[in-house]
Each structure stands twice: as C-alpha cells, then as structure tokens.
C-alpha cells in the first residue's frame, strides 16, 4: 500500500496541483491530508473542491479548520482585528458547501493497515508530547539554527533524532502512543524518523514550506508486508506566476502586509510570520500596550515599519 501525505497547503492551489501532478505518477493508493487547507494564499474554495472529490483519501482538519469553527460559534465582533484578518477573510470567501465539508472533518484519524500496522493521523503532534524538547522543531527554530549552522537535510534527520532519544519524557510519551506510525504536518518542517521501530512522519507544508526551500514537499508511505519505505519528495513550481496572480488578489488587497510576508516566505522559504510576530509584541511593548489580540493601530505600524527594516539578519533578533 502506497500512501501520499500532504499537509498545510494554505490555500496554494498552485503548489497543490503541481503536487498531485507528480503523485499521479508516483502509483499511488491512497492520499492522506493532514489538515490547514487554507490560510495565506488566495484560493480557499479551489483547494477545497478538489480535495472533496479525491477518491481513496485518509483527512483530518488542522489548525485552521479549528478557527472556523471558533467564528461559527463565538462573538465574530473579535475577529475584526486585523491580525485576523486573512483568517476572516478566508471564513467569509468559504463557500456554504466548502466551509460544511471542512468543518466536518475529525482532528484524528486511526488507520489499520492489514490488521498488522496501526496508522495515527492528526495535523500537530504538540498535543501529544507537551513539555518535551519537541518545541525545539518548530520553523523559527529551524531558521535560527541555519543561520548558525547552515546544516544539510540529512544532519536535521540527526538532530531530530537525537533530540527525542535524549528527552525521556518524550520517548516515554512515544512509547504510550497506540499507533506504530505517526503522521502529522503543523511545523511546515519536512522530516521523518524511525525511533525503535516507531516511526513519525512530518510532511512539510505543499502550501508554505519553512524550511529554506521553496519546492513543495509530500512525503510517500510505502507498507509491504516485511517493509516500510519512506520517500520524501519535492516539486518544483512557477512561484514567480503564483506571486503575480496572489498580488491581483482580493485577498491581497484585502490584507496587503501580511500578504507580503507571506510572499517573503515563499520567495525564501523562511518563517517570516513568527519573527515578524515577535516583533510586533515588541512594538506593542514600546507604546505601553500589552492587550491581545494586539490593537489595530499598532499591528498597522507594525505592518508598516517591518518593511522599511533592512534585510539585514538584526531583524530577526528581538
Ligand atoms: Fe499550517
């Protein structure tokens, strides 16, 4: 049995299609999708109509059909603020049927393969392994490490797998956790690792990869009857075109600066939204304000002043 895992398109039909593109090749049996369908790009419908009528798929919802069902049910007054926006946007540009589908799936999933292997599907594993050394595989993480490091993918499958042998409460968290594999998305980190015969697969973000790549990730899940082979690929795609189409957006008018984060990240592949938030906490501070979610007024300065910063890496240590 084949399995494709996709995760956290965020609305990137672009990255999307050129994946499912390459999948076709790929004989597969079945596709997994690990949740955040939506988010930052422009095309929230256009995703969801085409993962609806995917036959032979495994899916769960993600963070961000977990946000739509916070505006279905509470006061809608609190998502006016503009740190909110691209989310209000998305939850108004849903149509019924895509907004009924999305907020239908479950958060996890347990699949039984030849009554041998016991699949776990969910979109974050944090849940799963609080207060462990799991924190230190987060995107910002990632970035800050690089810059020291300038590591290869092969040395982060190292890191990764040396962080969790060394954690004990981790590994005893692992242990309890009825399921031979793990499969799961949120970080926007692509990596896999087999921990005594436990194996956990993260498979990046198609939509938004923060991992200083710019090609869009999916991971296979190869299960035999004697053998489990994992392959993660990459797709290479117009991001140029996508950028171009995104700028003549509703979406990009709707939410100019936080859509232009977005392109920095995928230009670089860079977690510019938590370094960017990090700042604005800081901004926040400097007026006297600590109210969350953060005023208006002040997430527009922010919005402003990110841009006229240099490029230079000083950004990023607040
Ligand atoms: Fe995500």
Redesign the pocket.
């Known amino acids: 049995m084949r399995y494709a895992i996709i995760?956290?398109i965020?609305g990137n039909l672009h990255a999307l299609q050129a994946v499912l593109k390459d999948i076709r090749e790929s004989n597969i049996d079945k596709y997994i999708f690990v949740?955040?369908y939506f988010?930052d790009l422009p095309y929230p419908n256009e995703v969801t109509d085409i993962i609806k009528v995917l036959n032979k798929k495994y899916i769960v919802s993600?963070?961000?059909e977990g946000y739509l069902t916070n505006l279905q049910e509470n006061n809608k007054d609190e998502w006016i603020h503009n740190q909110f926006k691209v989310l209000y946007w998305n939850y108004k540009e849903l149509r019924k049927d895509n907004l009924d589908y999305l907020l239908q799936l479950p958060e996890k999933k347990i699949v039984c393969q030849d009554n041998t292997k016991k699949i776990l599907i969910l979109h974050s594993i944090t849940s799963l392994f609080k207060e462990t050394k799991l924190d230190l595989l987060t995107s910002s993480k990632y970035a800050e490490r690089m810059d020291k490091f300038n590591f290869e993918h092969e040395d982060y499958l190292k890191y990764v797998k040396n962080i969790i042998l060394t954690d004990k409460k981790l590994m005893k968290k692992l242990e309890s956790i009825d399921a031979d594999i793990i499969v799961f998305?949120?970080t926007?980190i692509q990596w896999y690792i087999n921990i005594n015969g436990k194996i956990l697969i993260n498979a990046g973000?198609c939509g938004?990869p923060l991992d200083l790549k710019t090609t869009a990730p999916y991971t296979i899940l190869d299960i035999s009857s004697n053998r489990i082979i994992i392959e993660e690929h990459r797709v290479k795609y117009d991001i140029q075109n996508l950028i171009e189409e995104f700028k003549k957006s509703m979406l990009y008018e709707y939410a100019k600066g936080w859509s232009n984060i977005v392109i920095e990240e995928l230009r670089n592949g860079r977690d510019e939204i938590t370094f960017f938030f990090r700042y604005v906490i800081e901004v926040a501070k400097n007026h006297g304000s600590h109210s969350w979610p953060i005023e208006n007024e002040i997430w527009n300065k922010a919005i402003n002043s990110w841009f006229e910063r240099n490029n230079s890496k000083d950004k990023y240590l607040l």
């Open positions: 995760s956290d965020h949740g955040d988010g993600g963070n961000k998305g949120h926007h973000s938004l």
